[in-house]
């Protein structure tokens, strides 16, 4: 019997690796650190996602496959990866000075941040259905901790809970549905996949993993978990989460649907248009309802999730670089926004009601200007990101023919202005709130807060470069 | 020649607004920001004016000043700014109106003074990006841009008794649900251009040559009728019109005169620059449906406003009434009919001068009506009376504006009136005739409520003399609100006069529009 | 040899069991063994598969094998993590049961 030496190309991987280190160093810095060293800790995780963006970026124009094609290097994932490092990065940053006020700043949470990062990069290389599922749960397991890391807290244990139990729900219909392609098709290569002939299996084994997905970027009718856990969660992993586990999610959704399972394209397309409608719709709408601002930026990622299922649904070329282009926007637009939500939190307490941010106009305009900036961007507002993103969304979805999808996702941003809005009116308009001070921002937070803003600014401005890095990558 | 001269204008405001947030907090911070802000916006007036009077050529029919780069390559999006004898008034008005409107709020406005020169000057951006844009997804971007300042304006410096929040946010869902449709045309027309070796075009002259959707006559309404939602909302045209009352009513007398004088233009602006020349067919198809909506409003704008007792509801539903005017005058102009060119020319002309002229008047209308309000904290016509002996000056530049609104000769609003009616008795002659009552409405609101009621009739001592135990004293005209207007009043007596100062200007592009689209 | 279908619809009885027991039940503990039952579920599917469906496949195509362990793994790692969440919850709360779990609307 002869054995033979798979392609071990640890260069495709190195992201992920240096990325993986990095965690396993904070997680024994942990070990010798005092508590007033732990920020150490966080500038060591910078320095490793840094370094692994580094790494990223020299895989740009790759185009390599390793581990017998189970990952791959491509711009589609390159670009990926970059967008959840520059997440990861942003969060971090939030994350010093949050930790320490709410009294969780350890090693683990770093390391804990680290090993989900681990799981993104690697869920968005993967070209394997066996990868992408252990790299979903390696994304999942650390965020089920992370969501409920805030011990003496009851709502954050209850978001941990709820998000293991759904969570660990969902990939088992998940698993399901990969066991059911891999039946239907006798391998669990996407490429492979394809080249086989479709059948009722896989269809049936298409619709499962769509569930598996569907949680994870938290579509209608499978979103029902977000607002509590969102909510629940300690900010800065919802703001993390919010943005990372949709980049890598949607990247794996992406390639799955548009490299393995184009053959059924005919059957997934209509589905996935109405699963568009009803999740925009009803996050749009459910969004309007809300007064806390964590649950009201859960429902608007809920109908994020739904524009950027447009351009799944648009297919092509075109409907993948805008989906990335939307996840980058997202990506900054959110976190700055969930940022502003942070700096304005005085010691533990968090300013979550709208009427909280009553006066802050005067108080911190340039805060106020901020938060005001990424709410028009999630809004869809020139010229900013999210408004280049929706456009190239929904010009993708006119060019290839759902026009129609067009129109619910433009009356749906409509909608979206009214509660993106409410802050900034509070903020503007109304009285400042008693018992709140005039809020301090630690410096790194600010960085994160000026580094998205430029980034939200400058996508929208000059979006161009980014649109050609974020055009046609996805490798077959 | 100015090099990138259109850019400068464009970023001047932009500038202005920056260095406006970044002048230093202290005890002259404000009255600084004040006199930075009114001395800031004069170089753009000064930059228009010295293009608009040496610089531009009349008889060109072609783009002046025009500057093209790449933007967003991927979608073959340009960075195209240039002006015609179409936007270039629109443009020099716009940066009058905003020295006056600054000039004047840096006397009125008291409270967070920084906030509304840095938004007052952001709007100043928007608004003459929409009107130099050449590229329909810049344009869309300035119209948006434009947007969220106003609402601010509105909601935050707005008269806290008339719901200020409540009609800041009707404007902006109004004006938002119509460009989002617009968006979406933008986007059908682009792919529609697009073949399957070029990128499609935003270039509005390169839409006009194209015309997307030539053969295809059912999206070329769809897309027409997205885009004319999008300008008839702007306008307003009835039945999209309700916005306007409200956020009139609420807003701060600079946001008021910006919003008549400028805001408003961008919805017939638009049907001139982008229906008109790109969508011939379908709009010439739809002109009936258009003008009797023009009809309607000219007709009820000018009744409703008849019936109002609050004056700066009155002036507002006048708007309606008068934007009519310039949407009957564009319906004219390409009508299917035997008419001559000239005729239509002739048409069009009066709309494009109508727009100019409401501008003007109305702006001036708005500042009056804003320095009445100042002294009697009250807006009732009823509550006025005998101001003509009272305050002469006052009394005098009222009754001037409100001749020009109702379109006495010899002032600005009866030459575009006349020109406009002149075009459409030749095209549309029993649409033309209804009209004809618009204008015995008009002259009749400003005559009965506005002059009877402020000027004329006793002056009730009493009244005030009780009112100013409680502060409130009817004087008459300040210097500085003498100088606000005198500009105005000046153009209202220019144009009524001599009209050709800017008729040639106009005449040259409505030629060059309506020959590329009548044969 | 026993037919594949045979195996499939074990599979899938043991899924709708676990399933039926993720929805039914109140205790997180029992819903986590319901999830750990739909897992298992699977790996007969994926055993069997392997098994059936690619007799012909060369020797070091284990896919289907090596999923399983793979799966098998990550269900201790899992349960790990679910076990500490719901010993927290109950030193904080006094209850595993999730309906009582409700500080947050659904």
Known sequence: MSLSVPDLNLRIIAPVLIVAISALVVLLGELVTSSAQKRGLGYASLVGLLAAGGAAMGLWDAHAVAFREMVRADNFGVFLTLTILAGAVLCILLSFDFTRAHRIETGEYYALILFSVTGMLLMV??????????????????????????????????????????????????????????????????????????????????????????????????????????????????????????????????????VA??????????????????????GNVAALLQANIKRMLAYSSIAHAGYI??????????????????????????????????????????????????????????????????????????????????????????????????????????????????????????????????????PLVALALVLALIGVIALGVFPAPAIALAAGGLGR | ????????????????????????????????????????????????????????????????????????????????????????????????????????SSYVIHERAREFFFMFLLLETGMIGVFVSLDFFLFYVFWELGLVPMYFLIAIWGHAEDRPQYSAIKFFLYTLVGSVLMLLAIIAMYINTSTATTPGTFDLIELATKRPFANDFVFASLAFWGIF?????????????????????AAPTAGSVILAGILLKLGTYGFVRVLVPIFPQVFQANVLPIAILATISIVYGALVAMAQTDFKRLIAYSSVNHMGYVILGVAAAVAIGGANLTDRAIALNGAMLQMFNHGVITGALFFIVGILYERAHTRDLKSFGG????????????????????????????????????????????????????????????????????????????????????????????????????????????????????????????????????? | MIPLPFYLLLAAALFCIGLFGALARRNAIAIL?????????????????????QPAAPTWDLAGQIFALFVITLAAAEAAIALALVIAIYRSRDTVNVEEVDLMKW
Not at chain 2, 390 to 403: D, E, M, N, Q, R
Not at chain 3, 33 to 53: D, H, K, Q, S, T
């Open chain 1, 125 to 258: 290389t993967a070209a394997d259905l066996i990868i992408i599922f252990l790299a979903l749960e390696l994304l999942s397991l650390p965020l089920y901790i992370l969501a409920a890391f805030k011990r003496e807290d009851e709502r954050s244990l209850e978001a941990g809970l709820k998000y293991f139990l759904l969570g660990a729900f969902s990939s088992a219909f998940f698993l399901y549905g990969i066991a059911l392609v891999y039946g239907a098709t006798g391998t669990t290569n996407l490429a492979r996949i394809a080249a086989s002939a479709p059948s009722e299996m896989l269809l049936i084994g298409a619709g499962l993993l769509l569930v598996g997905f569907a949680f994870k970027v938290a579509l209608v009718p499978f979103h029902w978990w977000t607002p509590d856990v969102y909510e629940g969660a300690p900010t800065t992993i919802t703001a993390f989460m919010s943005v990372a586990v949709k980049a890598a999610a949607f990247g794996a959704f992406l390639r799955a649907f548009l």
């Open chain 2, 229 to 249: 939602l999008a300008f008839a909302i702007k306008v307003p045209l009835f039945p999209f019109h309700t916005w306007l009352p409200d956020a009139h009513t």
């Open chain 3, 33 to 53: 063994m319901g999830i750990e039952l739909m897992l298992n579920a699977v790996n007969i599917n994926l055993i069997a598969f392997w098994r059936y469906i």
């Open chain 2, 387 to 519: 101001l003509g002996a009272k305050t002469p000056v006052y009394g005098a530049i009222l009754l001037t504006a409100s001749f020009a609104s109702l379109g006495l000769p010899g002032l600005a609003g009866f030459i575009s009136e006349f020109m406009v009616f002149r075009g459409a008795f030749a095209t549309l002659p029993l649409i033309a005739t209804i009209c004809v009552l618009g204008i015995v409405f008009g002259a009749a609101m400003m005559l009965w409520k506005v002059i009877q009621n402020v000027l004329l009739g006793v002056f009730d001592e009493k009244r005030w003399a009780e009112q100013e135990k409680h502060g409130v004293k009817l004087y008459d005209m300040t210097r500085f609100e003498v100088i606000t207007l005198a500009p105005l009043l000046f153009l209202m007596v220019l144009i009524g006069v001599y009209p050709s100062v800017i008729l040639n200007t106009l005449n040259t592009i409505s030629v060059a529009i309506l020959g590329q689209i009548v044969k």
């Open chain 2, 1 to 104: 020649m100015v090099p990138f001269a259109l850019s400068l204008l464009v970023l001047l405001p932009l500038v202005g607004a920056a260095i406006v947030l970044l002048i230093p907090k202290g005890q002259k911070s404000d009255s600084l920001i004040k006199w930075f802000a009114v001395v800031w916006s004069v170089i753009p007036l000064l930059l228009a004016s010295y293009l608009w009077f040496v610089l531009f050529d009349p008889n060109a029919s072609k783009m002046q000043f025009e500057e093209a780069y790449l933007w967003i390559s991927s979608i073959n999006v340009r960075y195209h700014v240039g002006v015609d004898g179409l936007s270039m008034p629109l443009v020099w008005l716009t940066t009058l109106l905003t020295v006056l409107g600054l000039f004047y």
């Open chain 1, 309 to 442: 299922l447009i351009a799944l649904v648009a297919m092509g070329g075109a409907g993948v670089s805008a989906a990335l282009f939307y996840l980058l926007a997202y990506t900054l637009t959110n976190l700055g926004a969930f940022g502003a939500v942070i700096a304005l939190g005085e010691g533990e307490r968090e300013r979550l009601n709208v009427s909280d941010y009553g006066g802050l106009a005067r108080m911190q305009p340039l805060l106020a200007a901020m938060l005001t900036v990424f709410m028009l961007s999630l809004a869809g507002f020139p010229p900013f990101a999210g408004f280049v993103g929706k456009f190239l969304i929904f010009g993708a979805a006119v060019q290839n023919g759902w026009a129609w999808l067009a129109v619910v996702g433009v009356l749906n941003s409509l909608v979206s202005v009214y509660f993106y809005l409410r802050p900034v009116v509070a903020m503007y308009m109304s009285e400042p709130v008693e018992g709140w001070g005039a809020p301090r921002v630690a």
């Open chain 1, 261 to 282: 399972l184009p053959a059924l394209a005919m059957d997934w397309r209509v589905v996935l248009a109405i699963i568009a409608v009803l999740t925009m719709t009803l």
